[in-house]
């Protein structure tokens, strides 16, 4: 049996790592929020795999 999940401690961890929630976070049903969560962080917060080249 899954845990349940509780949607105050999601949103906690999203204002506390982005300093509010963002309304689209707000249209997510509850039992996808925390896996969208996790997905978002991993793109839009994480490191790249691509590496800039840089020139001298």
Do not use: C, Q, Y
């Not at 899954?2 to 689209?24: M, Q």
């Not at 039992?31 to 978002?40: A, C």
């Amino acid at each position: 049996m899954a845990a349940a999940v509780n949607r105050g401690e999601i949103e906690a961890d999203i204002k506390e790592t982005l300093g509010l929630v963002p309304h689209f976070f707000t249209r997510i049903p509850t039992e996808l929020l925390g896996p969208e969560w996790e997905i978002f962080k991993r793109i839009e917060l994480g490191e790249t795999l691509t590496r800039t080249s840089t020139r001298n």
